[in-house]
């Protein structure tokens, strides 16, 4: 009973921040600072929630596991900063190790290079029974790669295809390619965690002034951020041209880490719950092998 409540509380929760039709999609409708109301005094109920939470998802991901029918994709995209790997630790640190995979992708290698760029995504798809996480993904082509197009003639691709329609041409693939996923018993939730400039900054200044975060900061990263109106439009473009009722995005308000975790917690058991998922049923045969073993192993000492 309280399994069936938590879900229907993280439906609700998921709900306001899912997109699945792009094209009435606008990045200026979503607030990076929305808590739905919820404040800071709100926030040892909010971890409590994220437990109960973490807790509903490790059984339902048993049950994923144990089924061995379906499979699902997490993708998370953001800019630098707004916390995809505290979500994807804190979310994921319930799920058993061995039906979970992450994989991140950062610049492509000269391998990588010398293939289409769904390649190195597509030999890392998660098995049935599994969850598969991509931090970043084949989405970069989208987004790094728009913004910074001098990136294109390092793919090696034939002239004459890289024209004005390419962006719109990736999308088109993206879109097909996602519906093919999902014909075959992958489904694709997709994770945009949308921070505010202000609050990128704020975060890039304490891994700069606390020792102990040195390590997080690049340079590079506040480099970027001199295209941050090139990237909130591609970003834009992006979910309007692949948000769909099959494969949605998510816009996760990422200011408040503590709120972002437990909307991308409750989308993802809203995900696992629409899967019906249950434990396989065993037929005659394998009841009377588990008799005859229960029955020798209380024959003997």
Known sequence: ??????????????????????????????????????????????????????????????????????????????????????????????????????????????????????????????????????????YEETLVVRVHPEYLVKQKLPPKLVGKSIWQDRFQDIRGFERYLT???????????????????????DRIENPEKNWKFSSTDVAEREHWDDYMAAYEDMIQNTATSDSPWYVVPADNKWFTRVVVAAAVIDALASLDLAYPKVGPDKLKELDAARRLLLSKK
């Not at 014909?183 to 200044?205: D, P, Y």
């Open 183 to 205: 014909r075959n018993g992958i489904i694709v939730r997709k994770f945009f965690l949308h921070v505010s400039k202000k609050e990128q900054k704020r975060r890039f200044l």
């Open 1 to 138: 009973m309280a399994v069936k409540k938590t879900i229907n509380i993280a439906r609700e929760l998921a709900e306001p921040f899912r997109v699945s039709n792009g094209g009435k999609f606008r990045l200026k409708d979503f607030d990076p600072g929305d808590t739905l109301g919820l404040t800071s005094e709100d926030k040892p109920r909010a971890k409590e929630a994220l437990a109960l939470g973490i807790e509903t998802l490790a059984e339902l991901q048993d049950k994923l596991y144990a089924q061995d029918h379906w499979g699902v994709l997490l993708i998370f995209q953001a800019m630098d900063a707004a916390g995809k790997d505290g979500a994807i630790k804190h979310v994921m640190s319930g799920v058993n190790p061995q039906g979970c995979e992450v994989n991140s992708f950062k610049a492509p290698s000269a391998e990588d290079l010398d293939h289409d760029y769904l390649w190195r995504c597509m030999k890392v798809l998660p098995n049935r029974g599994h969850i598969g996480i991509f931090n970043r993904s084949y």
